[in-house]
């Protein structure tokens, strides 16, 4: 939830950023300020791999979500007692930093705590709960202070650093340094102490891996392919414009002249995206493969009308004065489709193909050039609809979406159901 705030949180406050009577600011944005602000999180998220590397090897996984749970804190007070620009985006940058450590912890987290049977759904599950998290930024933006949506943000961050007293650290963690007794204490926390012979099989890898990660991610082949698959996925998916859609969504329904007002509009987004979530976990232990085809394959459709609406828009046909739903209706099915698997799936393969002791590292590696993507995407979203239009910049975002349903047709394996070894044994002999 606080990752799926602080990704909803743009689209709420901008709007008031643009008001003089709503903004804490002396002056209002300008078109390449408003999109400093929504890309200067992935400048923080890039932060994120010194912190996840070092201290989740180090110290643990737990200590990592803590000290994310400490930044969002830190981020929310700072945007709530802005009054320039600079306090504006330092807060961005920090909360990046917090949500991309969270990112990857929640990836390398769960895939260890998680048995075979229950770990896609889990992973899978915990886009659920972001998906609520920027619902609540939509359904309570438009109405609150610019300082309430952080304070507001400032709640939810607390909420989660003191549910972290409930959570036990990774079994995996334990393993690798060697304290089988702490391994087996959290498998029978975890109902899982008769998979301890599965578990305890990491030790079969050197124990000075901490030295040797990196190494290992790219010179064993079962991890370069992993690599290339899961990277290319995360690439592809922030390359189709999925958080430039979701900084901007109110201000892209005025750019449409959308019959509905886009702060409803928006909301009606946010309830969408809830649904293509709560349809991931239901179907997603079914087939992984089959489901991000039917999802890159819907998002590059709608996309694609999307397109349509802004070029007919811009010849000035009388009739587009009766499709004026049309913006909405294809973002509800863009969002539907995106949810229910583009936008888990990647994270979930990250979080099964890796070996154990480059798991931390692959992870946090592919998440990093998703977000290196996303931040050139969403600066150069505002210049891309100025200079290209808004037909061709959805045309674009629609083609990566059907690159990435070729991409899944040739290159990505089909993992439910299946153990580690057996995933590093097709790897190894399909790829």
């Given at each position: ?40 999180i992935y400048v ?50 920090i909360v990046g ?189 079914k087939s992984r ?143």
């Open positions: 939830m606080s990752i799926g705030y602080a990704l909803g949180w743009t689209s709420a406050i901008l709007p008031k950023l643009e008001d003089e009577d709503q903004s804490p600011l002396q002056s209002l944005l300008s078109e390449s300020e408003a999109s400093l602000i929504g890309s200067l923080g998220a890039m932060t994120a791999p010194i912190i996840t590397t070092n201290l989740a090897n180090t110290k643990g996984r737990k200590p990592c979500l803590i000290l994310s749970g400490i930044l969002n804190i830190l981020a929310y007070i700072l945007l709530a007692l802005s009054t320039n620009l600079a306090m504006i985006f330092v807060g961005r940058v930093s917090a949500v991309g450590t969270l990112l990857i912890m929640n990836v390398v987290y769960i895939g260890e705590i998680a048995s075979t049977k229950i770990r896609g759904i889990l992973l899978s599950g915990a886009g659920v709960a972001m998906t609520a998290g920027t619902i609540l930024t939509y359904s309570t933006g438009p109405f609150i202070t610019y300082a309430a949506t952080a304070y507001l943000g400032l709640i939810l961050s607390l909420c989660f650093l003191l549910s972290l007293y409930f959570i036990p650290e990774s079994p995996i963690f334990y393993v690798l340094r060697g304290d089988d007794s702490k391994a087996k204490e959290v498998l029978q926390t975890l109902g899982r102490v008769q998979e301890m012979d599965v578990v305890l099989t990491s030790k079969e890898y050197e124990t000075n891996y901490f030295k040797q990660e990196w190494k290992i991610l790219f010179t064993v082949k079962d991890n370069r392919r992993a690599l290339f698959i899961t990277a290319s996925l995360q690439i592809l998916q922030e390359a189709s414009g999925i958080l430039a859609v979701v900084f901007f969504s109110t201000n892209i329904f005025k750019l449409a002249s959308s019959s509905i007002a886009p702060d409803i509009a928006t909301i009606i987004i946010g309830m969408t995206q809830l649904v293509g979530s709560l349809i991931a976990p239901l179907i997603i232990e493969r089959i489901l991000l085809l039917l999802s890159t394959a819907l998002c590059s459709l709608s996309l694609a009308l999307l397109g349509a609406y802004f070029y007919l828009d811009g010849l000035d046909y009388e009739f587009i004065t009766k499709i004026q739903w049309l913006p909405l209706a294809t973002l509800i099915l863009y969002f539907l489709a995106y949810n229910m698997g583009f936008s888990v799936i990647p994270s979930t393969l990250a979080g099964e193909m890796f070996q154990l002791n480059v798991r931390n590292v692959g992870s946090t590696f592919v998440i990093f050039c998703g977000w290196l993507c996303g931040f050139g995407v969403t600066s150069a979203f505002g210049y891309m609809v100025t200079e290209l239009g808004g037909d061709i910049t959805f045309w674009i975002f629609s083609g990566t979406c059907a690159i990435a349903f070729f991409f899944t047709i040739f290159y990505v394996p089909e993992t439910k159901g299946q153990t580690l070894t057996q995933i590093q044994k097709m790897l190894s002999e399909r790829y």
